[in-house]
T-cell receptor, first 115, second 113 residues
Framework: DTGVSQNPRHKITKRGQNVTFRCDPI?????LYWYRQTLGQGPEFLTY????????KSRLLSDRFSAERPKGSFSTLEIQRTEQGDSAMYLC?????????????FGPGTRLTVL | SQQGEEDPQALSIQEGENATMNCSYK?????LQWYRQNSGRGLVHLIL?????REKHSGRLRVTLDTSKKSSSLLITASRAADTASYFC?????????????FGAGTRLFVKA
């Protein structure tokens, strides 16, 4: 299967700890997106990359959040000093950049629970 | 705040009936897309309509776009129990405005067998 993969699928952590999630996009996709989704809501845009360049970052992202895509392939999302309000599903998606279409393929998500 | 707003928030219909969901957005767009999310599963892309298109079909799906009203509708015909899911519209501004994608809060569709 060459879909978008995310690891881990579940993460339980204590408040104040740092966590890091990984996303592996579909191999020929140059755009990579991170979203956060809470129960009953739609995905909330966090940031996106075109290759290794982080082109846009939501104002919702505090300084505790950082994302990288060092070689333009996989990406990591780190949350420092986690808070209970960070509990959510973190979704990654990828799309091709060779056209103005932006059909995104989503991974299964990483569910974060902050105790 | 979310750009797309769907209505209704929830919809319950009988199998075989049609389901219509609406989406409104606030700024100019390049693309508008509809996604489906089943309980416990990931988001799946359903259909994309570009800002210069007015209607698009894909199987049992029909999407319309009215850029003057900043609104879109998704029609699912002859619904099935397997169509039970949350449906989201999503917009971006494309090559000129960027591909930041904004999702609405979704419409929860329940199709009774």
């Amino acid at each position: 299967d060459t879909g978008v993969s995310q690891n881990p699928r579940h993460k339980i952590t204590k408040r104040g700890q740092n966590v890091t999630f990984r996303c592996d996009p579909i191999s020929e996709h140059n755009r990579l997106y991170w979203y956060r989704q809470t129960l009953g809501q739609g995905p909330e845009f966090l940031t996106y990359f075109q290759n290794e360049a982080q082109l846009e970052k939501s104002r919702l992202l505090s300084d505790r959040f950082s994302a990288e895509r060092p070689k333009g392939s996989f990406s990591t999302l780190e949350i420092q000093r986690t808070e209970q309000g960070d509990s959510a599903m973190y979704l990654c998606a990828s799309s091709k950049d060779r056209s103005s279409y932006n059909e995104q393929f989503f991974g299964p998500g990483t569910r974060l629970t902050v105790l | 705040s979310q750009q797309g707003e769907e209505d209704p928030q929830a919809l319950s219909i009988q199998e075989g009936e049609n389901a219509t969901m609406n989406c409104s957005y606030k700024t100019s767009i390049n693309n508008l897309q509809w996604y489906r999310q089943n309980s416990g599963r990931g988001l799946v892309h359903l259909i994309l309509i570009r800002s210069n298109e007015r209607e698009k079909h894909s199987g049992r799906l029909r999407v319309t776009l009215d850029t003057s009203k900043k609104s879109s509708s998704l029609l699912i015909t002859a619904s099935r129990a397997a169509d039970t899911a949350s449906y989201f519209c999503a917009t971006d501004r494309g090559n000129t405005g960027g591909f930041k994608t904004i999702f609405g809060a979704g419409t929860r569709l329940f199709v009774k067998a």
